[in-house]
């Protein structure tokens, strides 16, 4: 994974609440076996005319889109399906982080572990960010701080998860160093309690 | 929890603490069994064949084929097969399970089904047991007391490779279901107007315990369904604690403990209850006896109502006023007598024998209404065997409904089960988002009772007035006779003149719910 410290970007606003990863990934391009070119399937369903040709008016069709790595949304975004596929294709779209107020638990793993950061700000600070589209941003991964003009805003998280954003650790390295500990669960616990066939 | 007292969440979290969590640290836990399937399993697969590492616990692994696999019949009698893409996904799964030993029910195996429905039915969802899947839907075994939740794509390889996961505790929260549900109002029910009150992202963090003595009351197949839609609250999982019916319930399945070992777990499963006293960080309340058949108006499973409600006006909320505009629908006006154009009752919240049998129960004797196409999807192989054997799916076929192969289909999409653009559904699954079940489709959820009703009706309708409609068999053809009229679906959503839809009813609240969504 590669480290994450500081991202800067101008922004660009998606005012809907309880956006869920079937708007931002729709199923029918689950069917992949891989984590790439998915950015065309990022938002398809409000971002493409049936025939194909960019929606008018979706926010991600905009000429001041263009360069965007920061995406400003509503409240409990990425409800819904597990399907990591959602922060693959926001990364694909260009994007590095989501400004929120309320993430859902599965996509803010999913994001983390993709070094996607989730940030999530106080209604204020937010709903300056939704007022004006295109802002310049500064996300400070190391302080947890958002910023923009002379504006800070806090954001959480968890110290593991910042120490993996800023080492680019990925978990699975740090699970397998735990060899030792899940070895020693397994001999305790014993044989599954089945026999699979 | 200071004083001793745990909760089932606390006590299937410390026994399976590989380490503790700390300031600095999630805790490492152990993963008991892990459902494995085609959609978010291959680039996993990918991680660890990049990394050289092998699958740690094939012997808690079990895989299976259900999103992106066509649920259709071919001309042969026998399961289309998936095509371009899909097949793809299908033969990396094949491939993966054999490079890496892992045990698959694929299609055309007697065990193959949706993983939520194959994981209990074969008796591997263990109460007291920690289970994960790439899948949110993973909450609906925690009908068992299993602390089960879904899961990304990278978790799926961290599970693979260490058969553990790096997780913070969820909170607890505790949702008292008390009273007796009257007839025509189910499980499905309970959590829609549950999950109505809370909204979408009312359960962020947490895990619920059901409780109570509705919840006693329900049968496994009601429990999973509750257990189910967990996450459409925002709660990554569902518990309800076992009991005589969840022992009964497992007893003599494939791979449930038997023997001696089944004495064993058993005396250990009775230690798994909350302790009276236990502390919940949050509590609700929910009195059943006072709830009716719901439905979702909008696109968010928060978006719920009564079946006999009107639909809610915005009062100034965006979410609700785009939701409006992409159901075309207008506040103020009931749902009840809107014609539907497709019925769908299957998914890994509905697609259980007993949901099938409910479904039976309003479809024998009676025809889907001319114009509607109504599909039928059991969720699993053995769901299917047994439902033909008891003949369910004659009164199905008799009916008019299209009787499949066992898969999640229309539920998401994945594969040629799809609505049209503007096509509305009645559906049994969990999720009514744009686009779900086909794109510009939209979906109102509800009971397969409520589902199978507005089959018959070719319209929503209100299952126990179709039920109490009996000895009207020959309504093929003639939705409305008995049960009063179609609302067509007109441009600007009104209803004609003189319609006998009783408005003071579909006024009916809910125990105060308004059916926001925040």
């Given at each position: 994974?590669?480290?994450?410290?500081?991202?800067?970007?101008?922004?660009?606003?998606?005012?809907?609440?309880?956006?869920?990863?079937?708007?931002?990934?729709?199923?029918?391009?689950?069917?992949?076996?891989?984590?790439e070119g998915l950015g065309k399937a990022l938002f398809a369903d409000w971002r493409w005319e049936k025939d194909g040709r960019p929606?008018?008016?979706?926010?991600?069709?905009?000429?001041?889109?263009?360069?965007?790595?920061?995406?400003?949304?509503?409240?409990?975004?990425?409800?819904?399906?597990?399907?990591?596929?959602?922060?693959?294709?926001?990364?694909?779209?260009?994007?590095?982080?989501?400004?929120?107020?309320?993430?859902?638990?599965?996509?803010?793993?999913?994001?983390?572990?993709?070094?996607?950061?989730?940030?999530?700000?106080?209604?204020?600070?937010?709903?300056?960010?939704?007022?004006?589209?295109?802002?310049?941003?500064?996300?400070?991964?190391?302080?947890?701080?958002?910023?923009?003009?002379?504006?800070?805003?806090?954001?959480?998280?968890?110290?593991?998860?910042?120490?993996?954003?800023?080492?680019?650790?990925?978990?699975?390295?740090?699970?397998?160093?735990?060899?030792?500990?899940?070895?020693?669960?397994?001999?305790?616990?014993?044989?599954?309690?089945?026999?699979?066939? | 929890?200071?004083?001793?007292?745990?909760?089932?969440?606390?006590?299937?979290?410390?026994?399976?603490?590989?380490?503790?969590?700390?300031?600095?640290?999630?805790?490492?836990?152990?993963?008991?069994?892990?459902?494995?399937?085609?959609?978010?399993?291959?680039?996993?697969?990918?991680?660890?064949?990049?990394?050289?590492?092998?699958?740690?616990?094939?012997?808690?692994?079990?895989?299976?084929?259900?999103?992106?696999?066509?649920?259709?019949?071919?001309?042969?009698?026998?399961?289309?097969?998936?095509?371009?893409?899909?097949?793809?996904?299908?033969?990396?799964?094949?491939?993966?399970?054999?490079?890496?030993?892992?045990?698959?029910?694929?299609?055309?195996?007697?065990?193959?089904?949706?993983?939520?429905?194959?994981?209990?039915?074969?008796?591997?969802?263990?109460?007291?047991?920690?289970?994960?899947?790439?899948?949110?839907?993973?909450?609906?075994?925690?009908?068992?007391?299993?602390?089960?939740?879904?899961?990304?794509?990278?978790?799926?390889?961290?599970?693979?490779?260490?058969?553990?996961?790096?997780?913070?505790?969820?909170?607890?929260?505790?949702?008292?279901?008390?009273?007796?549900?009257?007839?025509?109002?189910?499980?499905?029910?309970?959590?829609?107007?549950?999950?109505?009150?809370?909204?979408?992202?009312?359960?962020?963090?947490?895990?619920?315990?059901?409780?109570?003595?509705?919840?006693?009351?329900?049968?496994?197949?009601?429990?999973?369904?509750?257990?189910?839609?967990?996450?459409?609250?925002?709660?990554?999982?569902?518990?309800?604690?076992?009991?005589?019916?969840?022992?009964?319930?497992?007893?003599?399945?494939?791979?449930?403990?038997?023997?001696?070992?089944?004495?064993?777990?058993?005396?250990?499963?009775?230690?798994?209850?909350?302790?009276?006293?236990?502390?919940?960080?949050?509590?609700?309340?929910?009195?059943?006896?006072?709830?009716?058949?719901?439905?979702?108006?909008?696109?968010?499973?928060?978006?719920?109502?009564p079946v006999r409600g009107v639909v809610p006006a915005p009062d100034g909320d965006a979410s609700r006023e785009k939701a409006l505009?992409?159901?075309?629908?207008?506040?103020?006006?009931?749902?009840?007598?809107?014609?539907?154009?497709?019925?769908?009752?299957?998914?890994?919240?509905?697609?259980?024998?007993?949901?099938?049998?409910?479904?039976?129960?309003?479809?024998?004797?009676?025809?889907?209404?001319?114009?509607?196409?109504?599909?039928?999807?059991?969720?699993?192989?053995?769901?299917?065997?047994?439902?033909?054997?008891?003949?369910?799916?004659?009164?199905?076929?008799?009916?008019?409904?299209?009787?499949?192969?066992?898969?999640?289909?229309?539920?998401?999409?994945?594969?040629?089960?799809?609505?049209?653009?503007?096509?509305?559904?009645?559906?049994?699954?969990?999720?009514?988002?744009?686009?779900?079940?086909?794109?510009?489709?939209?979906?109102?959820?509800?009971?397969?009772?409520?589902?199978?009703?507005?089959?018959?009706?070719?319209?929503?309708?209100?299952?126990?007035?179709?039920?109490?409609?009996?000895?009207?068999?020959?309504?093929?053809?003639?939705?409305?006779?008995?049960?009063?009229?179609?609302?067509?679906?007109?441009?600007?959503?009104?209803?004609?003149?003189?319609s006998a839809i009783p408005a003071e009813r579909g006024q009916t609240k809910l125990l105060g719910t308004t059916g926001r969504t925040?």
């Open positions: 994974m590669k480290p994450v410290r500081l991202i800067r970007s101008n922004t660009v606003v998606l005012p809907v609440d309880n956006v869920d990863t079937d708007q931002i990934i729709p199923a029918r391009f689950l069917v992949t076996t891989s984590r929606r008018e008016g979706f926010v991600l069709n905009r000429p001041e889109a263009e360069g965007a790595r920061v995406l400003v949304a509503g409240r409990n975004f990425g409800c819904g399906s597990s399907r990591e596929h959602a922060v693959w294709a926001l990364q694909a779209g260009g994007f590095e982080a989501v400004v929120s107020t309320a993430f859902a638990d599965i996509f803010r793993g999913n994001a983390l572990k993709n070094g996607f950061v989730p940030v999530q700000v106080d209604e204020s600070a937010h709903a300056r960010l939704v007022e004006a589209p295109g802002t310049e941003v500064a996300i400070d991964v190391e302080a947890g701080v958002l910023s923009f003009g002379a504006r800070r805003a806090s954001f959480p998280l968890e110290p593991f998860a910042r120490y993996c954003l800023r080492s680019g650790l990925d978990e699975l390295a740090f699970l397998l160093s735990k060899e030792r500990a899940i070895a020693a669960y397994e001999a305790k616990a014993g044989p599954a309690p089945w026999r699979l066939s | 929890m200071e004083d001793g007292r745990r909760t089932l969440l606390d006590k299937i979290w410390d026994a399976h603490l590989v380490s503790a969590e700390t300031e600095e640290t999630p805790a490492v836990l152990y993963v008991d069994l892990h459902l494995v399937h085609e959609v978010t399993s291959p680039q996993a697969f990918s991680d660890l064949r990049a990394r050289g590492l092998r699958v740690r616990r094939p012997d808690r692994t079990v895989a299976t084929m259900d999103h992106a696999i066509p649920t259709r019949t071919g001309s042969d009698g026998r399961r289309a097969p998936a095509e371009g893409a899909a097949a793809e996904q299908v033969s990396a799964l094949e491939r993966n399970c054999r490079d890496y030993g892992v045990t698959l029910y694929p299609v055309g195996d007697e065990r193959q089904g949706i993983v939520h429905v194959i994981g209990p039915e074969l008796g591997l969802t263990h109460p007291g047991s920690t289970i994960v899947c790439g899948d949110s839907h993973t909450s609906t075994h925690g009908a068992f007391g299993a602390l089960a939740f879904g899961i990304g794509t990278s978790e799926v390889g961290h599970v693979l490779a260490t058969q553990c996961l790096l997780q913070r505790r969820p909170r607890t929260f505790a949702v008292e279901i008390d009273g007796t549900l009257a007839d025509g109002v189910t499980a499905k029910d309970v959590i829609l107007a549950l999950i109505a009150r809370m909204g979408t992202g009312g359960a962020t963090g947490h895990a619920l315990e059901y409780r109570g003595a509705a919840v006693r009351s329900l049968s496994m197949e009601g429990r999973m369904t509750v257990c189910n839609m967990s996450i459409e609250a925002g709660a990554r999982a569902g518990l309800v604690a076992p009991d005589e019916t969840t022992f009964s319930w497992l007893a003599g399945r494939p791979f449930a403990p038997a023997g001696p070992a089944w004495d064993e777990a058993l005396a250990r499963w009775r230690t798994l209850p909350t302790d009276d006293g236990a502390v919940f960080d949050r509590r609700e309340s929910l009195d059943a006896s006072s709830l009716e058949p719901m439905i979702t108006w909008g696109t968010s499973p928060g978006m719920g109502m505009r992409y159901m075309g629908l207008e506040p103020g006006r009931p749902l009840l007598g809107r014609k539907v154009d497709v019925v769908f009752i299957g998914s890994c919240t509905n697609s259980r024998l007993s949901d099938l049998r409910e479904a039976a129960r309003v479809l024998r004797g009676r025809r889907v209404a001319t114009g509607v196409r109504a599909l039928v999807v059991p969720g699993s192989e053995k769901v299917k065997k047994q439902a033909e054997a008891e003949g369910l799916d004659r009164v199905f076929r008799e009916a008019g409904a299209e009787w499949r192969e066992a898969g999640c289909s229309m539920c998401l999409a994945m594969n040629d089960d799809r609505l049209e653009p503007g096509q509305y559904a009645v559906s049994t699954s969990n999720r009514n988002f744009e686009g779900r079940q086909g794109p510009g489709g939209r979906t109102f959820l509800a009971s397969p009772l409520t589902a199978a009703a507005s089959a018959v009706r070719g319209a929503v309708a209100d299952p126990r007035e179709v039920l109490s409609s009996r000895g009207a068999p020959s309504l093929a053809g003639d939705e409305g006779s008995a049960i009063g009229p179609v609302i067509p679906r007109d441009s600007d959503g009104t209803s004609p003149e003189g925040r």
